[in-house]
């Protein structure tokens, strides 16, 4: 049973770069069943889709995030990251990696709040 | 970009109620269109893919319909654990992807 789990600081300063990681257990990241996504939603409100990475690296992106935006992954480990340069208090959220089938996301971690204060 | 645009934004019911959840994209999606479940400080849980289709273990109250820019998603006998926030999502420019706002379904 494929299973996801987020893990990153919690707490980001303004102005700086927010990195979180995503490992994938019970199965392979390389498999080519699947596009690994990152998708946020800020307290209160709805899903808003970050970007998604093929595990050949091909990546995707949410043109309004696009500018500051990298997603990675790295197959030897397992995992998929996502760095968010220059933030501000719009990017707190909780923050959810998920494995992404033709179908939609249909496997999903439990969610990172991640709060942008000094 | 393909925008969605659901409606409406919260609805009350009581159990036993037939609900309907509608999502429209603002260009022709075909049937790429999935609803998700979330219940709060939850992750979303993806209940139907093409337009249509229950994900494994969805129980069948819930159903959904529709083609090119119109969806609708129904819960025929709303159950006290469907109170929750449902959201459609487009894939027909997959992997690029856009969620609809939500709906919030609360208690009467």
């Known amino acids: 049973q494929l299973q996801l789990q987020e893990s990153g600081p919690g707490l980001v300063k303004p102005s700086e770069t927010l990195s979180l990681t995503c490992t994938v257990s019970g199965g392979s990241i390389s498999s080519s069943s699947y596009y690994w996504g990152w998708i946020r939603q800020p307290p209160g409100k709805g899903l808003e889709w970050i970007g998604s990475i093929y595990y050949s690296g091909s990546t995707y992106y949410n043109p309004s995030l696009k500018s500051r935006v990298t997603i990675s992954v790295d197959t030897s480990k397992n995992q998929f990251s996502l760095k968010l340069s220059s933030v501000t208090a719009a990017d707190t959220a909780v923050y959810y990696c998920?494995?992404?089938?033709?179908?939609?996301?249909?496997?999903w971690g439990q969610g990172t709040m991640v709060t942008v204060s000094s | 970009a393909i925008r969605i645009t659901q409606s409406p934004s919260s609805l009350s019911a009581s159990t036993g109620d037939r609900v309907t959840i509608t999502c429209r994209a603002s260009?022709?999606?075909?049937?790429?269109l999935a609803w998700y479940q979330q219940k709060p400080g939850k992750a979303p849980k993806l209940l139907i893919y093409?337009?249509?289709t229950l994900q494994s273990g969805v129980p069948s109250r819930f159903s959904g319909s529709g083609s090119g820019t119109d969806f609708t998603l129904t819960i025929s006998c709303l159950q006290s654990e469907d109170f929750a926030t449902y959201y459609c999502?487009?894939?027909?420019?997959?992997?690029?992807?856009?969620f609809g706002g939500g709906t919030k379904v609360e208690i009467k």
């Open positions: 093409a337009a249509s």
């Open positions: 999502q487009q894939y027909y420019s997959y992997p690029q992807l856009t």
């Open positions: 998920a494995s992404q089938g033709g179908e939609g996301f249909d496997i």
């Open positions: 260009q022709g999606i075909s049937s790429y």
